[in-house]
């Protein structure tokens, strides 16, 4: 309408999922590693005070919540 355009973009994100614009999620998959290295990294420091079972679910807590989200959309892909 008018005199607007749309611009092109190497990626977009859906719903959280980062897409690529060859329909790839190698930008997405590279971002939540990263997230859950992030969200891993300040583990080590208490890892020692916590029993085994503490320390599972926070890794579980802070790793799955990342990896879980779009899984099945990035396993699909991946069979394709």
Do not use: N, W
């Not at 355009?5 to 971002?31: C, M």
């Not at 890892?47 to 085994?52: C, V």
């Amino acid at each position: 309408m008018g005199t607007s355009s749309i611009s092109a973009s190497d990626s977009v994100r859906l719903l959280g999922v980062l897409i690529s614009a060859d329909l790839s999620f190698d930008r997405h998959i590279t971002k939540v590693a990263g997230q859950c290295f992030y969200q891993l990294r300040p583990l080590c420091s208490v890892r020692e005070s916590l029993d085994a079972d503490s320390a599972a679910t926070m890794i579980r807590a802070f790793v799955s919540s990342r990896v879980d989200y779009c899984c099945l959309l990035v396993a699909a892909h991946r069979e394709q």
